[in-house]
């Protein structure tokens, strides 16, 4: 399965900060120059931050 979100905001990047963040302590993450990556057992999130929104 599939799923995505684009959530309109002009601070995608800082909520996508904060929830890596809040995610690390429990799961791996990866951060790169245009996504933050949290890998859970059963499926990988991707964050990306754009300009006015935050696709996951």
Known sequence: MHSSAHIHTTQASRIAKR????????????????????????????LIPQVQALLV
Do not use: C, G, R, Y
């Open 19 to 46: 929830l890596l963040n809040h995610w690390k302590h429990k799961f791996e993450v990866a951060e790169s120059s245009d996504q933050l990556q949290i890998m859970m057992p059963t499926a990988t999130i991707s």
